[in-house]
Every structure is written in structure tokens, then in C-alpha cells.
T-cell receptor, first 117, second 117 residues
Framework: GAVVSQHPSRVICKSGTSVKIECRSL??????MFWYRQFPKQSLMLMAT?????????EQGVEKDKFLINHASLTLSTLTVTSAHPEDSSFYIC?????????????FGPGTRLLVL | AQKVTQAQTEISVVEKEDVTLDCVYE???????LFWYKQPPSGELVFLIR????DEQNEISGRYSWNFQKSTSSFNFTITASQVVDSAVYFC??????????????WGLGTSLAVNP
């Protein structure tokens, strides 16, 4: 149980294009999904928290217009990197939370490696 | 402020050795949750354990064991008889229990474990 898929696993794109990454919870409904970014040999950096049917909450320093998040259903959230540039190259990871009232365990997708040329 | 410290950046052991990964946390809340995740070279984060602040019982799962000590604010992870497949980065994380959706994880910087044959 608690399987999260992420697609694509790897993408290479030209500078200026937009890239969409999908995150799906396959066998449970996720009240909350989280988007992270991870640089090589570093910890995870939370970018935003998204809740189904409402606007995402972005962390300080994360550009909302640059990283568009849509959480259309309890099993799907998407992250769109708009007008990607080489500095956006990174490992993007989503997680889906299964919640009790007070705690959420996050289950992670396999990640998407983005390379912007 | 909440903080998670994993003082060991890298650990290298020989197969079959026991190894302990340290995690020290800071929080002002009386109710909180602690997590360990494993990130193998493939990149996907694997959930290992969740422990709430009211449960100080140690846990054992196969070769893995966890020692939670509130008195020292530590949640250490021990792998017994390590194997090459245990090679990964291990992250400790803290989540404060609160109502609503703001239950993000506070991450340590991770400990990179290399188990050599």
C-alpha cells in the first residue's frame, strides 16, 4: 500500500520551454501532496504544499508563477515548471500524505530528474 | 524553532558490521512525530518508521532498530549486520502535530551510508 508514482522520471528540455510533472497516489487518497526539490548531495527542500481543490501554499523564496501547482483530485497533483532555465535543473520529488487528524506520513514518488539545456 | 541534526555526514562500514545513525531534534511542542527515510542511489525515498512523542518504546524490524530517547531528544537508527543493499542516504525528519494542513516535515541533512563488501 501507499504507492506514489511520478511521471516522467527523467526529462531533458530546452531553455524557455515548460515542463509538467505528474504525481499520483495509486492506492490511497491523498489529502495533501508536497513538492520538493533536491540538489546533489543535499537534503530535501520543500517547495510547496498542495491540497485538493485549493491553492497551493508555497514556501518562502519559491516563485508561484514559475512553479505552477495544480491538485485537481485526491490522487493527482501536477507541478509545471514554466519557462524553464538551466538553473531549474534539479531532482524534483513529490510526496502524498496519508493523514490522521494530527499527523501525516508522507510517501514519496520516485522523483523526476529535470535537465534544462 | 524546530530543527533536526544528523551530525554524521558520511559513514563507511564493512559488510556485517553494525552501524548506528544519529538523529537529534529540537522542538518546543509536546506532541510531535519523528520519521526515518531511506534514499538509495535510485533517488526514491522509502519510508522506514514513524514514531510519536508519547511512545518511547524502542522498535525493531528485522535488522533495523530505533532508539527513541526524549531525555536527550534523540531518535537513533541502528542497522545490525549491515549489507551492501543498505548503502543509501538516510534522512531523519520531524513533524509537529497540529490541526490543519501545515504539517510539513523538518528534515535533517542526511547521513550517507556506504556498506562495503
Amino acid at each position: 500500500g501507499a504507492v506514489v508514482s511520478q511521471h516522467p522520471s527523467r526529462v531533458i528540455c530546452k531553455s524557455g520551454t515548460s515542463v509538467k510533472i505528474e504525481c499520483r497516489s495509486l492506492d490511497f487518497q491523498a489529502t495533501t501532496m508536497f513538492w520538493y526539490r533536491q540538489f546533489p548531495k543535499q537534503s530535501l527542500m520543500l517547495m510547496a504544499t498542495s491540497n485538493e481543490g485549493s491553492k497551493a501554499t508555497y514556501e518562502q523564496g519559491v516563485e508561484k508563477d514559475k512553479f505552477l501547482i495544480n491538485h485537481a483530485s485526491l490522487t493527482l497533483s501536477t507541478l509545471t515548471v514554466t519557462s524553464a532555465h538551466p538553473e531549474d535543473s534539479s531532482f524534483y520529488i513529490c510526496s502524498a500524505g496519508t493523514s490522521g487528524r494530527w499527523v501525516e506520513t508522507q510517501y514519496f514518488g520516485p522523483g523526476t530528474r529535470l535537465l534544462v539545456l | 524553532a524546530q530543527k533536526v541534526t544528523q551530525a554524521q555526514t558520511e559513514i563507511s562500514v564493512v559488510e556485517k558490521e553494525d552501524v548506528t545513525l544519529d538523529c537529534v531534534y529540537e522542538t518546543r511542542d509536546t506532541t510531535y512525530y519523528l520519521f526515518w527515510y531511506k534514499q538509495p542511489p535510485s533517488g526514491e525515498l522509502v519510508f522506514l518508521i514513524r514514531r510519536n512523542s508519547f511512545d518511547e518504546q524502542n522498535e525493531i524490524s528485522g535488522r533495523y532498530s530505533w532508539n527513541f530517547q526524549k531525555s536527550t531528544s534523540s531518535f537513533n537508527f541502528t542497522i545490525t549486520a549491515s549489507q551492501v543493499v543498505d548503502s543509501a542516504v538516510y534522512f531523519c525528519a520531524l513533524s509537529e502535530a497540529r490541526a490543519g494542513n501545515n504539517r510539513k516535515l523538518i528534515w535533517g541533512l542526511g547521513t550517507s551510508l556506504a556498506v562495503n563488501p
